[in-house]
């Protein structure tokens, strides 16, 4: 394997996070190792980790409510819970609120990597085409167009990011902050304003055909049905 696996590890314990970066980055992995739930957050909205290993008991923000945080816009990410818990209930919550697997503590690294490596192999393939068909319409993200018969609209380099986003999570809510955070780097209340009329450009663009929709979800972010 010639590229790295891009791990996120979220260990609270600093010399056991030590241990399994140090033992994961020689079996060709590239480990960040983070302290606490809201630092590892913030590194997964910068980085967009191949799979993200989580302690539960972590200050700022547990491993479970850091889990549900990712999956409002993020269904595929591998995400693993590495824990003393073992309680049925425990294992139930790790999977409800978004894990795809439970490593009761102590374990094998071997196993660990085994296990991440099975999630990793069953993840569907990310779209990295730069044609897409929207209903009627063809968009074409490498030079920001859509395309409806011979009428064609250009796409501000902004315009064409937020509707790639919302193409990747078709029929899903795409979470408003994230979205922020991916396109601008911030999220603050002007930026917001600035998304909220580039969903209005792109619903008029988009408003020859009727089966298109983009919802407002509120509170949370906004939807692409089509």
Known sequence: MDNKIDLLLAEDEATLGMIIKESLETRNFSVTHCQDGQQAYD??????????????????????????????????TPIIFLTSKSQVQDVLNGFQCGGNDYLKKPFSMEELIVRIHGLLNRIPQKMDESKFNIGIYCFNYTKQTLQYDDLIFNLTYREAEVLRLLLEHKNEIVDKSFTLQQIWGKDDFFNGRSLDVFISRIRKKLSHDP?????????RGYRLIS
Do not use: C, W
């Open 43 to 76: 590194h997964y909205i910068s980085k967009k980790p191949d799979a993200i290993v989580l302690d539960v008991m972590m200050p700022k923000k547990d491993g479970f409510s850091l889990a549900a945080e990712i999956r409002k816009t993020d269904k595929t």
């Open 211 to 219: 089966s298109i929709q983009i919802i407002n979800v509120r509170g």
